[in-house]
């Protein structure tokens, strides 16, 4: 596969997808922003990302559908963009000896700890995605984290390594390019990777109902083609979630 991902490191930004999008215009098709320091990392949910400068890995990359080696893509295939961010993540873990499982929807995790996040913004325009911002934290050398994050890993904690940031990077992303690069092929879905791929995928558990905080018990079966996560109640009942609809109890 050639490498088509143009890196592009900057010290410090506010954060890079918001870097990303400031740039949007003048990036090729496949570009990648990182920061050895981010000053206003976002994270889902309205969350702050944060992390010690130098240790991990916080960047963006930036795909433009449409143009270059990308083709069209429609809306309602948005969600293609996240299974294959994430197990582009997954299969470079892998690659590293770091067994991880997709905490729905694009958290990833070893264990009961999460070692990265994703904050995924997609620009929409008459029925097509024209360009998503993938922007990726991922723990690699951190050793200790402040006590308000409530279950932090890093790659450095699971091996016992440690990590040249810039070259893990360039791996990193390469394995994102051949999956996205799938999501183009039509007839090639991801979703059968990224739902055997996802992290307490046929059992029992506990998950929020984020409208009245109530809790209540679901056994993940799978996601829809949307994105949404497929739960069995303990009626046997079929219902499907949307990321802002709950939360997963750890
Ligand atoms: C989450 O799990 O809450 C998502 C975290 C996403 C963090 C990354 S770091 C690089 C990129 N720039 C940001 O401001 N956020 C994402």
Not at 36 to 48: C, E, H, I, K, Y
Not at 67 to 76: I, M, V
Not at 212 to 239: A, N
Request: one cysteine or more; glycine letters at 10%; a negative charge.
């Amino acid at each position: 596969m050639k490498d088509l991902i143009n890196i592009q490191w900057m010290e410090n930004v506010d954060s890079t997808n918001d870097q990303a999008k400031r740039e949007l215009e003048n990036l090729s098709d496949l570009t990648v922003i990182a920061a050895v320091s981010q000053t206003a990392g976002r994270g889902q949910r309205g969350n702050s990302w944060l992390t010690r400068p130098g240790e991990n890995l916080t960047f963006s990359l930036v795909v433009k559908f449409s143009e270059g080696n990308f083709g069209p893509l429609g809306a309602k295939r948005n969600f293609e963009i996240t299974q294959a961010a994430a197990l582009g993540v997954c299969e470079y873990l892998d690659t590293e000896g770091i067994f991880c499982k997709i905490k729905w929807p694009n958290d990833i995790y070893v264990g009961n700890r999460k070692i990265c996040g994703m904050l995924i913004e997609n620009s929409l325009e008459g029925g097509s995605v024209m360009s998503s911002v993938i922007g990726i934290g991922l723990n690699v050398n951190q050793e200790d984290f402040p006590p308000e994050l409530l279950n932090p890993t890093s790659m450095r904690l699971v091996t016992g390594k440690s990590f040249s940031l810039k070259p893990e990077l360039e791996k990193l992303c390469r394995h994102i390019q051949r999956k996205l690069m799938l999501i183009q092929s039509s007839g090639d879905s991801l979703v059968d990777e990224y739902s055997s791929r996802l992290f307490r995928l046929g059992v029992f558990n506990t998950f929020v109902d984020c409208a009245d905080g109530v809790p209540f018990v679901g056994k993940i079966t799978g996601v829809s083609e949307s994105g949404r996560l497929i739960l069995e109640t303990q009626k046997g009942e079929l219902k499907e979630f949307s990321f802002k609809e709950i939360s997963f109890v750890i």
